[in-house]
């Protein structure tokens, strides 16, 4: 097994992260090095330390965020209508598209029509 | 008392005090979060109720309800990290840090009066993706799956930026206490 010690292993062991065999070989080592056990004794006190943190969360926040929504109210919900707007709009492209294949589909008709009438025989075996 | 789940569903079907109902459940979450990684009230305030604007639009399209908090812990990071971001730049780009973050850490920490202030000082010397997973595990006490779902990194990336992120404050930890 690699020694043990690194501030990764540390880390990990605060987290009761690391495989059995590591930890014991950890604990064994912190009981050992006195340098080490200083390091890994001031990790547990920055987490101590961050734990205790406070934070007064302040009054008011949600009638603020009332009057923030209503601000931006035209921009939250317009979205749905945005989003609706663009999916009629690809909707009309498509069916535009097939019209104008369509209207293709009819001039090119036509033209084989006029082109038959003109070279009977040329086209026939495409017409038949 | 409701579940999330249940306040989005009638959120969903047009009752607005549904959403506030979520927002008072869950604003010392995204406030909490806010204020340690920026360590401004009014930071922490803008980004809350960016939070909350953000959720309020997505809300009805939410595919699992239950995963709501998540959810809202992602949105709350990504725009925390976001405006850290900024605030970076713009302070790189001046050449001129604002009065809080202008001295080096041991002068701002060396003049801290009480252990709160000490590890602020320490926090906000960390870049701000390393003081985001330091206060996500060892504040708000998320699991390692939820801090790397929160940064949207691999478990591996966040291990290893957690590591050094603690073996960085712990170092300074024990200049102070030597001090």
Sequence with gaps: MNRVGTDEDLSAYLDDDLPADERVALERRLDADGDLRVTMDAMVGVRATLSALTVDVPDGLLPQFRSLLDERRATVLDRPIQESLRAMRSTLETLRGRLSMNDQRRRIRELTEVTASMCPGVLAGETR | ?179
């Design chain 2, 1 to 179: 008392m409701p579940s999330d789940a249940d306040l989005i569903q009638r959120f969903a079907n047009g009752q607005e005090d549904a959403f506030d109902a979520l927002y008072r459940r869950h604003v010392r979450l995204v406030y909490g979060i806010a204020f340690r990684m920026t360590h401004s009230a009014e930071d922490a305030r803008d980004l809350c109720q960016e939070t909350f604007l953000q959720v309020y639009r997505g809300l009805v399209d939410l595919r699992e309800p239950a995963a709501f908090v998540g959810w809202l812990r992602q949105i709350t990071v990504r725009l925390c990290l976001g405006h850290l971001r900024r605030r970076d730049a713009q302070q790189r780009a001046s050449d001129v840090a604002p009065a809080a973050d202008v001295r080096p850490w041991p002068d701002r920490v060396a003049e801290a009066r009480d252990a709160e202030a000490h590890m602020r000082a320490l926090l906000d010397a960390l870049p701000a993706e390393d003081r985001a997973v330091v206060v996500l595990r060892d504040v708000e006490r998320l699991s390692y799956d939820e801090i790397a779902d929160a940064m949207g990194w691999t478990l591996g990336k966040m291990k290893t930026r957690l590591h050094r992120a603690r073996a960085t404050l712990a170092r300074q930890y024990r200049q102070l206490e030597g001090n």
